[in-house]
């Protein structure tokens, strides 16, 4: 038989259908041991394919490494539903647009794709509770001067650090007002999700060595309040709520989400200039964030904040959130606080 019969006799023949397994083919969902510790491996996206996230690699000349030149974003889900998505990618979409870094796919192919991370690891959730689903961008591969890299993009599940506040709802949380001040509009705008992160790394070193479970907050270049290393900062005098407004700060989604809540729960809030003064008088202060929501703080450095308990309006807004996440949020973290994934 000549090959153009033989090509014809196969073109004839119903094609076997190519079994569709999950995660590429790649059996996933893994478990090894590491220190004797029971390791769970998440599985993770790069450049178009799937792999367990330890086979994720960036590059020593990838520019996001050595240069930071990056951006980035995470959502969580609560009991696997993913929380306020469409922001978070917003916010990503601004941070490569300010940075002029191309994330190559459009809003909605990024929302199936990290939709597609969460449905991927589904089978490991139960083990930790829920995920933080991150997502990178960096110029890629390329030198000092160089920028026409092809970009290095990045989507994976980690874990939502619960054992580093979930005894915190309770007690509350301490806090240091550090000489790391974060940057403004006119050098690096606070605005952008980036991952030249060494100032809030910094005034977080800061924090701990005054307190090695505190939380830093940072000051802008007038000596106002501005955020802190991951979250941003409410205090409340009396009945109403101030925070200061998105000039030197990133605009969190959960801080949007307690102004949203708070305007529901008629608790009157504006967005102003805040001074430590106003943090050491305050009755309450508390930090949002997208891991912990709402975290009471009650001392910040080393002064007693209020009465040195959580305060009422924080615990409202804690228990609005979970209402509004469907999942009482305190009670999951104090559940998995001993969860520990493999990032
Ligand atoms: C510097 C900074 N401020 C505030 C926040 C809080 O933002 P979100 O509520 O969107 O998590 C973060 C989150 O990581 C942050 O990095």
Redesign the pocket.
Known sequence: MTEGQNARKEEGKPKKRKEQKPYGGKDLGLRFKDKGRDLKETVAYKNGEWMPKSQVTIELGDRGFYLGDAVF??FRTFDGRPFRIK??ID?FFRSAQFARLDPGFTPDELTALTLECVERNEQLRSEFGDWSVWFSVTRGLAGWRTLDAKPTFVVYAGEVPFYTFADQYADGASAVITRSR?HTHQSLD?KV?HTS?MH?NLSDLEARDVDPTAWPIMLDMEGNIA??????VFVVSGSSIKTPSDAT?????????VIELSDQLGIPLSEEAIQPYDVYTADEVFF????FSVLPVTSVDRREIGDGRPGPIATRLLAAFSELAGIDIVDQAQRYKDARSDN
């Open positions: 974003d995470l922001d978070h916010r974060n606070p999700k992160r809030l955020e802190g290393s991951g979250s941003n700060i990133l605009r969190g989604v959960t801080r949007d989400v949002t964030s997208t891991p």
